[in-house]
């Protein structure tokens, strides 16, 4: 058995990232817009599943929900597109890379 890791977008537009086991996600997003889970989605409903991925090995999947996690909105939006490139771009930026003369200005 494997892992699901997602990413909801909440009713305040911002971005929930999670992960759960199991065959299908719809019960699992059924739970949060239930209100299920006290936590950061609880006050943030209606929720809407935008992203997710299936991952063979539980460890690979928490590491790619903890990375994630980490991300900022940039990075989160360019995944849900499958945008690779900027996901790459943004990642040598963070690794402290020189900023573009565009960016700069």
Known sequence: MGIYVYMLRCADNSF??????GDDLAPRVD?????????????RRPVVLVWSEY??????????ERQIKGWGRTKKEALIKSDWETIS?????RAGAPRA???VE
Not at 55 to 64: C, E, H, L, P, T
């Open 89 to 93: 771009r943004l990642a040598r930026r």
């Open 55 to 64: 991952f063979d090995r539980i460890a690979d999947g928490i590491a790619a």
């Open 101 to 103: 003369k565009s960016d």
């Open 16 to 21: 929930y990232v999670g992960s759960a086991t």
């Open 31 to 43: 739970q949060h817009n239930a209100g299920a889970f006290p936590g950061y989605t609880y006050n």
